[in-house]
């Protein structure tokens, strides 16, 4: 994933081979893309882990992956790719998209 500090992240070539060959069809078995096991949603579902009391473990699960819709290689590619942001503003609209679902998921958990 990416962080604001790094514009160029470590793995970003890595990341973006394993994109492309993910979208070849048919697809490669899971095993031949090391990068992409979905490590990353196991890692947002433990930050979000103090939620559970408040949202329930599907609510919790379906945040996890908007979440991870917002701040993997695949959002990165099309803002710099196709909306023409800059690396450094593409970290910044992901980071406040994932924000945003975050609050919304813990205002709606209060009403």
């Known amino acids: 994933m990416f962080t604001e500090n790094v514009l160029e992240h470590e ?17 490669p078995p ?7 096991q979905g ?5 947002i579902e433990d930050a979000l882990s103090p939620l559970r009391g408040r ?4 609510e919790v699960h379906r945040l996890t992956l908007a979440i991870r819709a917002t701040v993997g290689i695949e959002a990165f590619v099309w ?5 023409g942001l800059s690396p450094r503003d593409a970290v910044d609209v992901m980071r406040s998209s994932a924000r945003s679902l975050l609050r919304c998921a813990v205002e709606d958990a209060r009403r």
């Open 30 to 36: 899971p095993e031949a893309l090391p990068l992409r």
């Open 11 to 27: 793995h970003e070539h890595e990341l973006r081979a394993m994109l492309r060959l993910s979208l070849e069809s048919p697809p």
């Open 39 to 43: 490590r990353g949603i196991g890692w």
């Open 55 to 58: 949202l329930g473990k599907r």
């Open 79 to 83: 803002l710099t790719e196709v909306a």
